[in-house]
């Protein structure tokens, strides 16, 4: 895909034709494969063929828009050879419905029109071994709002969703798409997507876009978009309620969502109590203790209430870089030192916190 790296234009004709002898002559895969088709069709001598046939039209497509401002002759060129290609898709040419699916954000650029003609026949309901192969390859492909607003058009990520089309890696790339859509602002918590998410059979579907958003806290966000990660915090705590027992992975997993928080009104108080019990499920309460250290400067009331929630759960068998001493230290330091005084105490297995303990006591009188 490196125009610097590419041979000359003048060359782009003669290994178009040696392209579209590869494609007659390799054989296609028999069997559609039943988990990482992306892998096997870039690995399969005709998938090979066909990658390079991406990889050229695209080419072809941008020396024209170099010379001519506009690729609509190339691509007119090229176009029976697509259309070709996808009409075999039909519980066979697995490959090329894997490399379809991967390269849809480029066709998307090559030609809007003909991609949104024919996304019923990349995606086929009535195929779904191709359907599925397709899913694959789309989860390696480049993200973009407009492709996400065609599939959502054309009821293929409803479909995926709800016939169960992907599974494993490919679902967790859809989950994740789904989530960027709504920080985008394109998916809504009411739509079809997301309640379809919210049923409890669907809670590691939830996990994952909790964890995409956890992913992403790094990045500069807007205040808009952390808005929306906060609301679906709230949203999943709401609906937490309504199940029969508690959802313990999800709230814990909902708990590193803490990173977004700035300080602890009350909305923010009821969100960390209901997370705070369940934060050792999966090993999350060290980035827990470590927003709480974090928060504890600007609402210490709150966040002993928290470490108290959490401490009467569980209590943890080592203080990993010292989180939980700093977080008693500054509870002490503003004016909740009987709070620490009581949550070392409860600590004092931990390395170090016998010696915490007695200096709390100590700087109170308290000899006990």
Not at 18 to 39: F, G
Not at 226 to 235: E, G, M, N, P
Not at 316 to 330: G, N, R, V
């Amino acid at each position: 895909l490196d125009d610097q790296q590419a041979y000359s234009p003048d060359l782009l004709p003669r290994t178009w034709a040696l392209l579209e002898i590869l494609l007659h002559e390799l054989e296609m895969q028999k069997e559609a494969p039943h988990s990482d088709a992306t892998n096997q069709a870039i690995n399969w001598p005709r998938g090979k063929a066909i990658e390079a046939l991406f990889v050229h039209a695209l080419r072809e497509c941008r020396v024209c828009d170099q010379t001519h401002k506009e690729h609509i002759g190339a691509w007119a060129k090229m176009k029976q050879t697509f259309d070709s290609e996808l009409a075999k898709c039909r519980n066979a040419n697995f490959e090329f419905s894997t490399l379809v699916g991967n390269y849809i954000t480029n066709l998307g650029y090559m030609n809007n029109d003909w991609l949104r003609e024919h996304i019923g026949q990349i995606f086929p309901p009535e195929f779904t071994d191709n359907f599925r192969c397709a899913l694959d390859g789309l989860s390696y492909a480049t993200v973009s709002d407009s492709i996400y607003e065609l599939l959502v058009k054309k009821g293929v990520i409803d479909l995926a969703l709800r016939e169960q089309l992907a599974a494993g890696r490919v679902r967790e790339r859809l989950i994740e798409r789904i989530a960027l859509a709504y920080l985008w602002g394109h998916e809504q918590l009411d739509s079809q997507r997301f309640r379809h998410l919210f049923q409890p059979e669907h809670l590691e579907d939830i996990q994952d876009a909790s964890g995409w958003f956890w992913s992403i806290r790094e990045e500069q966000l807007s205040t808009e978009k952390i808005d929306r990660v906060l609301q679906f915090l709230d949203h999943c705590i709401s609906w937490s309620r309504t199940l029969p027992s508690p959802p313990t992975k999800l709230l814990s997993n909902l708990s590193r969502l803490t990173c977004y928080l700035q300080a602890l009104t009350k909305k923010e108080m009821d969100w960390l109590l209901a997370v705070a019990p369940y934060v050792n499920v999966d090993y999350n309460y060290d980035f827990f203790l470590e927003e709480l250290e974090r928060l504890v400067d600007v609402s210490p009331a709150e966040v002993s209430l928290v470490v108290k929630a959490f401490l009467e759960s569980y209590v943890p068998d080592y203080d990993y870089e010292d989180k939980l001493k700093s977080i008693l230290t500054k509870l002490a330091q503003h004016g909740k030192r009987n709070d620490a005084i009581a949550f070392a105490e409860k600590l004092r297995h931990l390395p170090g916190m016998i010696q915490f303990y007695s200096t709390l006591c100590e700087s109170t009188g308290d000899n006990n």
